[in-house]
């Protein structure tokens, strides 16, 4: 049975630069202001956004809330889905 798509949604997210414990990556992703998400909540999406494109580029993605494995909720979308550049 095909998974159901009603917890994905729309957001707009933008990149930002920063270091965070655990992290690797000096460059994270996080939601905007405006769209009922905490906008320090991590966001786990495909790595050529953060890239490909200065830091501040703001991008629409499909993405769920979730919580997976037990810890702070994040949204998290598949590294391979389609985005849309916003600026």
């Known amino acids: 049975m095909a998974k159901s798509d009603e917890s994905y949604r729309r957001v707009i997210v933008e990149t930002y630069s920063g270091r965070k414990p ?7 992703v ?9 906008t320090a909540m ?3 999406c495909r ?6 494109y200065p ?4 991008f629409r993605i499909k993405a769920k809330l979730t919580d997976r494995e ?4 994040f949204l998290w979308s598949h590294h391979s889905w389609a985005y849309e550049v916003l600026d």
């Open 47 to 52: 790595r050529d956004m953060r890239k490909e």
């Open 42 to 44: 991590d966001v786990e």
């Open 30 to 38: 996080w939601p905007v202001a405006g769209q009922d998400l905490d």
């Open 22 to 28: 655990g992290k690797s990556s000096l460059i994270h």
């Open 70 to 73: 037990g810890g702070k909720p």
């Open 55 to 58: 830091v501040g580029t703001r």
